[in-house]
C-alpha cells in the first residue's frame, strides 16, 4: 500500500511556489529552443494555477469558491499533459526534461494526496 501523506494543508502551502515557478522558471531555463509552446505552456498553466489557487476552497485560498476535489482533477490533467506534451510537440532537450519532470513531480503528488478523514456521527 502507498503512504499518502500530502495533505490538503501541504497541497496549499506547495500550490503558490509551484505556479511562480512555473511562470519563472521557463524564462530562467530559456524554454523553447525546440518548440515555441514550450515556453508559453508552462507560463500560461502558471497564471491559471496562481489563480485556481486563489479560488480554490482550502486555508490559503482567498475566494474559496471551487472545491479542493476540483482542484486536484486539474492538477492531475495538468501533470499528465505535461507528462505527454513532449510526445505530442516533439519537445527534446531541456524542453522534453522540464515538461516530464513537473508532468511527474505533479503527478506523484496528487498521487500521494491523503484523502480527508469525514466526521462520523454515532
Known amino acids: 500500500m502507498i503512504p499518502r501523506f500530502v495533505t490538503k ?5 506547495l500550490d503558490y511556489p509551484v505556479a511562480v515557478s512555473l511562470i519563472a522558471l521557463p524564462f530562467i531555463l530559456n524554454l523553447g529552443s ?3 509552446v514550450a515556453l508559453w505552456l508552462s507560463v500560461i498553466t502558471g497564471v491559471a494555477a496562481f489563480i485556481l489557487t486563489l479560488l ?23 501533470g499528465a499533459l ?9 519537445f527534446n ?3 522534453a526534461i522540464y515538461y516530464w519532470a513537473n508532468g511527474l513531480a505533479v503527478l506523484v503528488v496528487v498521487g500521494l494526496h491523503k484523502p480527508e478523514e469525514t466526521m462520523q456521527l454515532a
Open 9 to 13: 494543508n501541504i497541497h496549499a502551502y
Open 34 to 36: 525546440s518548440h515555441p
Open 56 to 78: 480554490t476552497d482550502h486555508h490559503l485560498g482567498v475566494i474559496r469558491v471551487l472545491p479542493y476535489k476540483l482542484h486536484l482533477t486539474v492538477d492531475f490533467a495538468v
Open 82 to 90: 505535461f507528462a505527454l506534451i513532449p510526445f505530442i510537440l516533439s
Open 93 to 95: 532537450g531541456i524542453d
